[in-house]
Each structure stands twice: as structure tokens, then as C-alpha cells.
């Protein structure tokens, strides 16, 4: 007779206390119409895992018809296209109600995605929306059709401040939202943003060009002991769980890292059963670390000399504090800087322009290439808050 099988385990960490509680802050009007609410946190901390296991699903639960969209899916598509595409899709869900609600015309045409009507339009042909529809339009039809009060989750939504289409959709979303949440006979309808850098994030809240100037930012507490001893329950290993807790923070509170470290404890404690597992586990956590700085650090080392010291700058330039004003990326005292910098590490007769078409050269390269990201206002900011803290501790960048 075979063995019978053990019970399938839940892959994911679930934080129900905490969906429950953002849950109310985004849905909290007690205060006024609400604005929106922003979640900041690093990248590879956990944050869309807990959207989409956690967050989303207790949206559902209190009867909201949810629309998510994730803006880093593809960095390659215009991120205006990413979120005219979820709306697309939920209003193909309700196509029969949205044509009812849009009284349905002979003639069907396209949705406009952008700032006061102008911007990003997709094809909406197969669905029955007027070809004057607008977003606000569209997302009314849905809501009526759902009789939901309509929430919209975007994931990394500072990538929309890199293209105009984007900025432009966010525009579009509050003014459907405002029409939403103050027209008699609407259901409503609130906005969550999450995003993997704080500053670029706060742009969208903090700069009254922005469309949600304003609106709620909040820190997303990262993963801590209990994720810890639940990851460290499964791996079925006999660790100190403070000492483990102590690892999994000297990783950034990031899961991937430490569960591969885990991983590697699990199989070296099987081969050797005699090692201290607790210090073996801090040992490979510390050198997975080690070994993925170097790495980037030798790829920044073996970047053209200008675009390292571009990088290199710009983080420097993060120690100046967000109150310093920083010069410009094309100005006479940030080739000075550049200059200064080559010639520390290449000799004064390194022969590398600074000029202003070699520096915007050297910037599109390193976007290229994932190191930079840029607005559309065209600010620059380095990717990665963990590249960032790697080169600023290297020589203080």
C-alpha cells in the first residue's frame, strides 16, 4: 500500500493582520475623500507578493471589484499601455452590463488614457463604449455594472513618470476617481500605489505638478521573526530562531536571499550532520551577500569610464541629503565633478569628454542597461536601492 501523502503545504507567507489594517487606511474616508494611498519598499522585500496574496484577496472580501495592474511586468511597454490594458480587460468581463449602462451605439471606436481627453487611446472596438467614451466613462460603466465600488492596485507605479502617456493615465485616474467619489448614484473609487524606491515614489505625492499631490505614503513594514520562523519551519531545520531573525535582517529583510542560504544550510548539515548549523547558515548568508556585491561591482568597474563615474556620482550624490540641491547632470560644476573623478582614476591625460552629448550619451546606456532610471522630467536616480547602498559603501562612492 503507497505512503500516504502529506498535506500540501501554502507556499506563501500570509499577513492577514496587516492586509486587513492597509485595507482600512485605503478605504478610510472619515477624513475626507481620500487621496490614495502609497506603499513604499524595497525591492525583493515581499511587497507584490503580499498584493496579490494577501491585499488584493481581502479587497475582494469586502465585496470592492479590484483592478491590478503591474507597471514592472515588461519595462519595455509604456506603462500607460499596462494600465489602459486592466482596464480593458475588466470591462470585457462586464462587456453585456457596460454596453447596457453606455447606452450601446452602431458606431465603436477608442478610449482615451491621458490628461483632460488628449494622451494614450486603445482599441476598444470589440466592446459597446461610445467612441466619445472617457476613462472616467469607462470606469463609471464598470462600476455600475459590478455594483462595486471600484479599487485600483498599481504595482511600481513610479515607472508611470517615465513616459508623458504615463503621467498623462494618472491624471486621467484621479479625474475618474474624483467623478467617481463625488457624482450622486456612483459607487466610488479609491487608488493604492506601491513603489520599490521612497523617493521616486514620493515624487508622486509630494510634487503639486503631480496628480496625487497629496495623497497618503506609507513606509510597508517588511518581513520580520514570524516570517522567519515559519521559512525556517518548513526548511525543518534546528535553528536559534533571534539568531536566524539576526541573518534574514543583515540581508535587507529580503526572502530570496535568505531562503537560498537556507537552502544551502539544509543540504551542508545532511552531508556533514556534526556543523553548527546557526553558524553555518550566517556564514552563507554573509557570503551570497559578498559574492553578488562583487559581482556588481566588477560589472560597474567594467562599464566605459564615463558611465562608472556618472553612476558613481549620482550615488554620491544621495549622501547630500533630499534637502541639498544637487547640480545638474549637463551643468559646469557637475563636469568639474566628473573630471575630478576620471582623472583620480584614469591620471590627468585620460582623454574622456564630459561634454554634454557624451554625458547624455553615457545616461541612455546605463538605462539601457537597467543601472538609471529617469522621469520623464528628467531627473536621474540609480535603479536599485541595493546597488546604491553597494557603491556608496565602496568608497563613499
Known sequence: MPPTPEPTQDPFFHRPELATALADQALDTSLGTSGGMFLAAPRRTGKSTFLRQDLLPEFERRNLHVIYVDLWVDKAQNPAIHIANAIRTELAREDGPVAKTLKKLSTMSKLTVGAWGNGLSFDLSQLHLSKDATLADALKALSKASQKKL???????????????????????KAARDSLN??????????????????????LVNGREQA???????QFPTLGKDYVQWLVGRAKLDLDLDQATEVFLS?????????????QTRLQTALAPTQ?????????AAKGVSDAKTDFLNTVASLPPLQSALLRQLA?????????????????????????RLEIEMGAAHG????????????????????????????YSVEDEQFLEWLVEETGA
Not at 182 to 203: C, E, H, I, W, Y
Open 212 to 218: 496625487f499631490y497629496g495623497a497618503d505614503m506609507v
Open 316 to 340: 554620491a550624490d544621495t549622501l547630500l541629503g533630499p534637502d541639498v540641491r544637487r547640480p545638474g547632470l549637463f551643468s559646469a560644476a557637475m563636469k568639474a565633478r566628473l573630471l575630478a
Open 251 to 263: 540581508l535587507g529583510s529580503r526572502p530570496e536571499p535568505f531562503r537560498k542560504a537556507l537552502s
Open 182 to 203: 463625488t457624482d450622486p448614484g456612483q459607487f466610488g473609487m479609491q487608488l493604492v500605489a506601491t513603489g520599490s524606491n521612497r523617493d521616486k515614489l514620493a515624487t
Open 276 to 284: 553548527d548549523a546557526n553558524a553555518l547558515l550566517a556564514n552563507l
Open 352 to 379: 574622456v569628454s564630459v561634454e554634454t552629448p557624451a554625458v547624455q550619451n553615457a545616461l541612455d546606456k546605463l538605462r539601457e542597461e537597467n543601472f538609471l532610471w529617469r522621469s520623464q522630467r528628467g531627473s
Open 151 to 173: 479599487i485600483l492596485v498599481i504595482d511600481e507605479a513610479q515607472h508611470a513618470l517615465t513616459t508623458e502617456e504615463g503621467i498623462n493615465a494618472l491624471f486621467s485616474l
